[in-house]
């Protein structure tokens, strides 16, 4: 049995001059990011397909673990079960991404805005 792999995806916010987080998602060959857009008080769930890096946002992506082909469907039914929270100002992206990841009993470290300025072998230049 194969499994899909997990990823949170840093990439530069719009807007902003913090560093976002997504969950990518690795099944097979196909990827897709569960995320976040927009800032406060107009959050929005966005999915989207394509590898990270064929955004040119995309600053790195971290693999936070793996679980098996016949779970991948839980990730899809956890990013519509998470709440997005346009009531509290302090709300972000990294708990949306904490509480999927969570639901998922899946423990991750996540990068904090002081890695802002760091790379990493996963790290896309801007033109």
């Excluded at 509480?99 to 230049?125: G, H, M, N, V």
Aim: a negative charge; hydrophobic letters at 30%; charged letters at 30%.
């Amino acid at each position: 049995m194969s499994n899909a792999e997990l990823y949170i995806v840093v990439y530069r916010a719009q807007n902003v001059r913090l560093q976002a987080l997504g969950l990518g998602v690795q099944h097979k060959d196909e990827w897709t990011v569960y995320e976040v857009v927009g800032t406060h008080p107009t959050f929005t769930r966005n999915s989207r397909r394509g590898p990270p890096d064929d955004s040119v946002s995309d600053v790195k992506t971290i693999k936070v673990g793996e679980i098996p082909d016949s779970d991948v469907s839980d990730i899809e039914k956890a990013y519509e079960a998470t709440n997005v929270n346009n009531d509290d100002p302090t709300w972000t992206c990294r708990e949306f991404v904490m509480e999927i990841l969570t639901s998922l009993s899946i423990d991750a470290q996540l990068p904090s805005d002081s890695d802002e300025d760091s790379t990493s072998d996963d790290s896309k230049e801007e033109p």
